[in-house]
């Protein structure tokens, strides 16, 4: 029987060199993968009482991919650079800060027009 799984490992037979991996004691199996997806993230998901959406769980997800790969302090650094660009420089951009641009902005001394009812 020629499913697409056992065509894949025949197709790739030359690159599957078990014995090669096995001698310096490297894994060959998936209990490795399985082990990490569960700890980095079925343990975060499955947190009882919390509810995901599938934007939510795309947000949180690489945090703490971040965290347990020891990156964690680099990239608070450039999230606080990079919010501190955008929720603060902005607001001078010009060498004014926004709140004295919008109070200086001419204000017209008459009530704006109503639609009148026909």
Known sequence: MDTCASRYLLNNAKYLKYD?????GFPIATG???????????????????????????????????????????YWQFH???EDKRN?????SSGIPLIKQVLKAPC???????????
């Open 20 to 24: 090669d991996y096995l001698k310096p």
């Open 32 to 74: 490795v993968i399985e082990g990490a997806c569960r700890h980095l993230i079925k343990d975060r998901m499955d947190i009882t009482g919390a509810r995901w959406t599938m934007r939510g769980a795309e947000a949180v997800l690489p945090l703490g991919y971040l965290y347990i790969s020891g990156d964690w302090d680099e």
């Open 80 to 82: 606080l650079q990079q």
């Open 88 to 92: 603060h420089l902005a607001f001078y």
């Open 108 to 118: 017209s001394s008459s009530p704006p027009l109503l639609p009148i009812p026909v």
